[in-house]
């Protein structure tokens, strides 16, 4: 009989009394809470009884009498805290119990004592901190076992240790595919699939040693050139404000960005050698959302930080007539709510939402990897997949068409002006707007480089999303995944301080080429002496005492230049006073 989701609340001791010829009963999808001792106890020719998507919290002790055809039972997604010794007591032909979706934290001693038949036991998703041996001693014939999903640090307590017990499992072929083979030896039980991350195994969060190399590299890059270029912008001013404004907020970006990238590697150190020890712990836990978080809103701020940057060269480069440019106030209001936009797409999933919690792999949003990071590389579906969809492909891919046309009109612009200048104008007038379109064009140029990056680390990741929801059964390789997420996703945080900062006329004027002039100064200067010394060897001792005095005289020289060479690093003064006060 099928009485599944009709809102049923409660039953009665015998509405079942006269169903003795019944195989098959469904209560599936109610609302029923508390199940009456002897409700089941006159279907001795039940076969499989299905009370999943209930609201149970306890079973009676002896529910199940005289149910000795019984076959399958499933409590799944119940509430359920514990059962007790006896509940399964007289079920000699149970081959199937499914408790997944539950709270047991443990089974009592001898739960399955007399189940001589049972093949398959399902615990997917409860609170069970650990087994005991001793539950399974009398269930020898059992195929599968599931446990994933549940807070297990041990998966059987013996004095001996779990090998020489676990021979009792040598029919129990199948087990968890996520961290219950962490614990087992092959010899032991085989699992019915290998640990399925693509990035980590049972001893790190990183199978292989390239990424973890990579992971901190780029990180510390990342970090120290945000803090660079953040400094550098805070202190000297550049003429055009407004680009310089954007920037600053990119590298802040950016430096989040490292932030994450740090943190994962620290995490990687830690558990090096037990990782399955912490999977679940960190997976479901707030590190990793926040963490997970971080990641997000770098890579959302520093794509809509690139768009906007990409619209206001269209808009000075193209139309340079046409309304009004940004002004600094302007520029700090949009830099804000590109701010809380990435802040709310970031941390929206971490608001408690029904949506984006994963019941059945028992993970929040960003634990569907170890890297905490919620990309779609595989057509698998889980909780909140439209929501990454519709961000990692459908929002960046716009950004990426929108910056990829604003540059090809600034190019065509560049093209067309450059005949038509010439020709325009008195000569002063022309010379100003070449001046000024040069300088317009060349800055186009550099942040052109800086969003080519971007959107080269982006690719990968939208059209391998693109092929996830296309193709059924498509799936991103082990190593192209964690690539992506450790390498093309983080590189251009490390990539643009040098492109847009590192690389400017400022900086290389300022800060390379008058240091290589002040070096190359003080080397002429050295080599002069030496020769001027060596010229003196063979002068008459009258001269030397010429050469005394105005050694003499120029102690006080001496002094000021080495205060201009130690800016710079080097420490052998030869120059004149002239030079020190021009310094000054």
Excluded at 130 to 146: A, G, H, M
Excluded at 446 to 451: D, G
Excluded at 457 to 467: E, H, K, S
Aim: positive net charge.
């Amino acid at each position: 009989r099928w009485l599944q989701d009709n809102g049923i609340r409660k039953l009665t001791k015998r509405v079942f009394k006269n169903l003795t010829n019944l195989e098959e009963l469904d209560l599936s999808d109610n609302e029923v809470e508390d199940l009456p001792q002897e409700i089941f106890s006159n279907l001795t020719n039940l076969k499989t009884l299905l009370l999943s998507n209930n609201q149970i919290r306890t079973l009676p002790p002896t529910i199940f009498p005289n149910l000795t055809k019984l076959e399958k039972i499933k409590i799944e997604n119940n509430k359920l805290k514990e059962l007790h010794p006896k509940q399964f007591r007289g079920l000699v032909e149970l081959n199937e119990l499914y408790l997944s979706g539950n709270k047991l934290r443990y089974f009592p001693q001898g739960i399955f004592k007399g189940l001589k038949q049972l093949l398959i036991i399902e615990i997917v998703e409860n609170e069970m901190t650990q087994v005991s041996v001793d539950n399974f001693k009398e269930i020898r014939q059992l195929k599968i076992l599931y446990m994933q999903y549940n807070k297990m640090r041990e998966i059987f307590r013996c004095v001996e240790g779990y090998t020489a017990s676990l021979m009792i499992f040598h029919n129990c072929r199948s087990f968890d595919t996520n961290l219950m083979c962490c614990h087992l030896h092959k010899q032991d039980a085989d699992c019915a699939f290998t640990y399925n991350d693509d990035f980590a195994n049972c001893e790190s969060m990183f199978k292989n040693f390239a990424p973890r190399k990579s992971i901190w590299a780029i990180g510390i890059f990342s970090l120290v050139g945000a803090v660079f270029v953040i400094t550098w912008r805070v202190i000297f001013k550049e003429k055009n404000v407004v680009q310089s404004i954007m920037l600053l907020h990119l590298a802040v970006s950016d430096g989040l960005m490292g932030i994450y990238l740090v943190s994962i590697g620290t995490k990687d150190m830690l558990w090096r050698g037990e990782y399955y020890l912490h999977d679940f712990q960190w997976r479901s836990g707030l590190s990793c959302q926040i963490i997970g978080a971080i990641s997000l809103l770098s890579s959302e701020v520093s794509v809509m930080m690139m768009t906007l940057i990409s619209a206001d060269r269209l808009k000075n480069i193209v139309f340079p007539y046409q309304g009004a440019s940004l002004k600094p106030k302007a520029t700090h209001i949009l830099c804000i709510i590109i701010w809380a936009i990435g802040f709310l797409m970031a941390f929206l999933p971490m608001f408690g939402i029904q949506y984006f919690e994963d019941h059945f792999r028992y993970h929040n949003y960003y634990g569907r990897s170890v890297v905490c990071l919620p990309l779609q590389l595989t057509s698998d579906k889980p909780a909140g997949w439209e929501y990454s969809v519709a961000i990692f492909l459908a929002l960046n891919f716009a950004f990426f068409l929108f910056i990829m046309g604003a540059y090809l009109m600034i190019l065509v612009k560049s093209y067309l002006s450059s005949r038509r200048l010439a020709r325009q104008g008195t000569e002063r007038e022309i010379q100003a707007r070449r001046a000024n379109f040069r300088r317009e064009t060349a800055l186009a140029r550099r942040v052109f480089f800086i969003i080519l990056s971007d959107c080269v680390c982006w690719m990968p990741v939208i059209v391998i999303g693109m092929r996830t929801i296309i193709e059924k059964s498509y799936k991103a390789q082990g190593d192209l995944a964690v690539w992506i997420a450790v390498f093309a996703l983080p590189i251009n945080s490390a990539l643009n301080p040098i492109l847009y900062t590192f690389s400017t006329e400022q900086v290389v004027r300022g800060i390379l080429k008058n240091k290589m002039e002040k070096v190359w100064n003080y080397l002429k200067t050295v080599f002069t002496c030496c020769g001027r010394d060596q010229e003196g060897d063979g002068e008459q001792p009258n001269q030397q005492g010429i050469e005394d005095n105005e050694q003499q005289g120029g102690e006080g020289e001496i002094e000021g230049e080495e205060i201009e060479l130690a800016s710079i690093g080097v420490h052998h003064p030869q120059q004149g006073k002239a030079r020190v006060s021009n310094s000054m």
